[in-house]
């Protein structure tokens, strides 16, 4: 069982992605299931084989606790540590090559908690690696992109696994917005001469410092662009997580 899990900021597009790409493996014949670690989700775009809300209780952690919504999440995923070896029972039944698992919408709240790398590492055995989803909307400008890079290096630092960067719903941008933003993935020399341009004006020398360690280390990687809805860049993804999984060689 290899899995992938799927994160990313807040409404990035993280459940269509699971759906959408567990279409596309199945196309590829590939034995696919999908897990839902968000307990606060009322609706998906797919139906999970093993689900977090059949183990706790969102509505009840908020009535019986009194939490608000953000701390009745953390509650919830911190009781889920205690079922994830019968989730993991409930994906071995099922012999699957790939799991793909959808997480909470609030990106810290399964990123930077141990809770969350708790459940990544037992849940898969350790054999995962993570997808950083972020919206087309940080696009717009070189420092939106360059926040990518450091929310999706956190990412990385905090589980320490093979990792695939995607921008998604590129459908909903222009050619040339696309085009600019292969470019600022592609060519640290773009992406820092369009940074310090923009921002002249702020705390220039801290920034381009920040920067330049962050492409010292490669957090740049590479960049995937993709629309859940057309199914655009899909390919690329599966390709690459072929790559990271079996070597390249359909399982
Ligand atoms: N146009 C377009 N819309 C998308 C795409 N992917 C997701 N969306 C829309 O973006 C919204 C959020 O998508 P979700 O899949 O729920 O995002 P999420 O990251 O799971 O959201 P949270 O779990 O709440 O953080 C929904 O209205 C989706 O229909 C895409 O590729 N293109
Ligand atoms: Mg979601």
Redesign the pocket.
């Known amino acids: 069982m290899n899995f992938v899990y799927i994160m ?13 790409l567990a279409d596309r493996l199945r196309v590829s014949e590939i034995n696919v299931a999908t897990v839902n670690l ?1 307990p606060g ?1 009322r609706w998906l ?1 797919y139906s999970p084989e093993v689900d977090i809300r059949d183990y706790v209780n969102y509505d009840r952690m908020v009535e019986d606790y009194k939490l608000g919504p953000n701390g009745a999440l953390v509650a919830c995923v911190d009781a889920a540590v205690n079922h994830v070896y019968e989730m993991r029972g409930e994906l071995e039944r099922l012999e699957p090559d790939y799991v793909l698992v ?1 997480t ?3 990106m810290e709240l399964f990123a930077y908690r141990d809770s969350g790398t708790f459940i990544a590492s037992a849940l898969s055995g350790g054999n995962f690696s993570t997808i950083f ?1 972020a919206d087309q909307i940080f696009l717009n400008k070189p420092s939106d992109f360059v926040s990518v890079l450091l929310l999706s290096y956190s990412v990385h630092v905090r589980f320490r696994a093979p990792q695939v960067n995607c921008v ?5 941008i222009p050619e040339e917005v696309l085009e600019r933003a292969r470019l600022w993935s592609s060519d640290s020399v773009t992406l820092k001469d369009a940074f310090l341009s923009e921002t002249a004006d702020l705390k220039t020398e801290i920034s381009e410092r920040i920067l330049d360690s962050l492409l010292d280390i490669g957090a740049l990687g590479e960049f995937i662009f ?5 199914g655009e860049g899909l390919d690329d993804l599966y390709a690459q997580l072929q790559r990271i999984h079996t070597g390249g060689i359909d399982v």
Do not use: E, M, R, Y
């Open positions: 990313g900021t807040a409404g990035s597009g993280k459940s269509a992605l699971t759906s959408a968000d989700v775009p959808d909470p919408g609030q989803l998604s719903k590129i459908d909903l993709i629309s859940s809805n057309t």
